[in-house]
Nanobody
Framework: QVRLAESGGGLVQPGGSLRLSCAAS??????????MGWYRQAPGKQRELVAA???????NYADSVKGRFTISRVNANNTNYLQMNGLKPEDTAVYYC????????????WGQGTQVTVPS
């Protein structure tokens, strides 16, 4: 079992920055081996991948955030971070932390979500 706790959301003006944090607890093996990532869901839209990072540090980003967002992880403290710069109104959403097995089908855990609001 893995539990995820997000923090760092809030209201920020266009062009501003926020850093989201996701602290994982529980199965150390699953945390270290897992792919950690952030998804977001805006009102009336499907949940979408924002960024992900493997245990080895390989990253993947949605085209809409490339060059603005950076994902990182610190395995020693079971935490990953999403640095968001140049925020736009279209980044407004609930952001969810996720961790899943490298194969994608062995385990899959979600946090409760944190609201990010960028007013237009």
């Amino acid at each position: 079992q893995v539990r995820l706790a997000e923090s760092g959301g809030g209201l920020v003006q266009p062009g501003g920055s926020l850093r989201l944090s996701c602290a994982a607890s529980g199965s150390r093996f699953r945390i270290v081996a897992g792919v950690m990532g952030w998804y977001r869901q805006a009102p009336g839209k499907q949940r979408e991948l924002v960024a992900a990072i493997t245990s080895g540090g390989s990253t993947n980003y949605a085209d809409s955030v490339k060059g603005r967002f950076t994902i990182s992880r610190v395995n020693a403290n079971n935490t990953n971070y999403l640095q968001m710069n140049g925020l736009k109104p279209e980044d407004t959403a609930v952001y969810y932390c996720n961790i899943h097995s490298p194969s994608g089908d062995a385990y899959d855990y979600w946090g409760q979500g944190t609201q990010v609001t960028v007013p237009s």
